[in-house]
């Protein structure tokens, strides 16, 4: 459960960069034009390894620490979103640069 639940946090986060611009990609516009977006993220991923490390919530939540192992599973599992919207973004934009053309002709 506790892996799922870091892979479903981590999705998240991921999904949060990729909302930084509907269209633009993160390359484009880096994550740090938007503090407040890290902070909110530093904050969430800070809480979720508060409830998984300290052994009183991790007992009330029922979850268990994750191993650097297990984290970097996490990780593989979880960063695919983003070249998944990623590659969406460029789609949209290559549709739209096409439709253009063809309304200009």
């Known amino acids: 459960m506790t892996l799922s639940l870091s892979v479903l946090v981590a999705i998240e986060m991921f999904n949060s960069l990729?909302?930084?611009?509907?269209?633009?990609?993160?390359?484009?516009?880096?994550?740090?034009?938007?503090?407040?977006?890290?902070?909110?993220?530093?904050f969430s991923l800070g809480l979720h390894c508060l409830i998984m490390y300290v052994?009183?919530?991790?007992?009330?939540?029922?979850?268990?620490?994750?191993t650097l192992s297990e984290w970097v599973l996490?990780?593989?599992?979880?960063a695919p979103v983003i070249l998944i919207d990623e590659a969406l973004k460029s789609m949209g934009r290559s549709q739209r640069q096409t439709t253009r053309k063809v309304k200009k002709m």
């Open 55 to 66: 052994p009183v919530l991790a007992n009330v939540f029922g979850i268990v620490p994750l």
């Open 18 to 42: 990729n909302a930084l611009s509907e269209d633009n990609s993160l390359v484009t516009m880096p994550p740090w034009r938007n503090p407040w977006l890290l902070i909110a993220m530093s």
């Open 74 to 78: 996490v990780i593989l599992v979880s």
